[in-house]
């Protein structure tokens, strides 16, 4: 799970910017899961997408949240005009897709709205 | 939709007992049932996995039990020691997608 990259691992942001959030998965991984976790609390799905496609996005808010994964780069999920509320931990998870259903975190980034 | 339950949400065990956390679910199309250990601050890291075509996993001090008629499962350590002491998550899917998660059960392993 040490494949999985994200970054920035840390970002402050003022109340009304964007945060731009990046997922690199494994290698060979074609699918990517985005999580939120709010402190002391558990994982909660945002949207799952593979290269070029978003498989599922029912997690995701419809204002202000989108996320991609293009053919070439990592997935991003992207936020614009953050709220105090947005504050969290945000992990990416891939995994192979076709045939294998273990997925692996990424070290997550932690967005803070100030 | 699939949702999962576990319990309970806070769990204090003294070293060398054993530590038992349950998770139920409610969508019966679910057939993988993967454990996560999370360190405060760190990545969820995956622990054990099982399908639902078995029943039992084991792996060292850690098991996993699937009973899928009544639609449970449930994780097992042995011999707990205080690196054991994190927040485990139970999660349920179908073949991969649509993973939902429990939420989390705290695990202190005292001296």
């Known amino acids: 799970n040490a494949g999985v990259m994200q970054n920035p691992r840390h970002l402050v942001r003022r109340r009304g910017q964007e945060a731009r959030l990046r997922c690199s998965p494994m290698?060979?991984?074609?699918?990517v899961y985005w999580y939120r976790q709010l402190p002391e609390e558990g994982l909660k799905f945002m949207v799952y997408?593979?290269?070029?496609?978003?498989?599922?996005e029912s997690g995701m808010p419809k204002e202000r949240f989108s996320a991609e994964f293009p053919k070439e780069g990592p997935s991003i999920l992207r936020i614009q005009q953050v709220v105090r509320g947005d504050s969290a931990a945000y992990f990416c998870?891939?995994?192979?897709?076709?045939?294998?259903?273990?997925?692996?975190f990424g070290p997550g980034t932690r967005l803070t709205v100030t | 939709g699939e949702n999962v339950e576990q319990h309970p949400s806070t769990l204090s065990v003294q070293e060398g007992d054993s530590a038992v956390i349950k998770c139920t679910y409610s969508?019966?199309?679910?057939?993988?049932f993967p454990w996560y250990k999370q360190e405060l601050g760190k990545r969820p890291q995956l622990i054990i996995d099982?399908?639902?075509?078995?029943g039992e996993k084991k792996d060292q001090r850690i098991a996993v039990t699937l009973n899928k008629t009544a639609k449970h499962f449930s994780l097992h350590i042995t011999e707990t020691q205080p690196e054991d002491s994190a927040v485990y998550f139970c999660?349920?899917?179908?073949?991969?997608?649509?993973?939902?998660f429990g939420p989390g059960t705290r695990l202190s392993v005292l001296p």
């Open positions: 998870a891939s995994l192979a897709g076709t045939g294998g259903a273990e997925q692996y």
């Open positions: 997408l593979q290269k070029e496609n978003i498989i599922d």
């Open positions: 099982i399908r639902s075509n078995v």
């Open positions: 290698k060979g991984h074609s699918h």
């Open positions: 969508d019966s199309a679910s057939n993988y």
């Open positions: 999660a349920a899917s179908i073949s991969g997608q649509n993973f939902v």
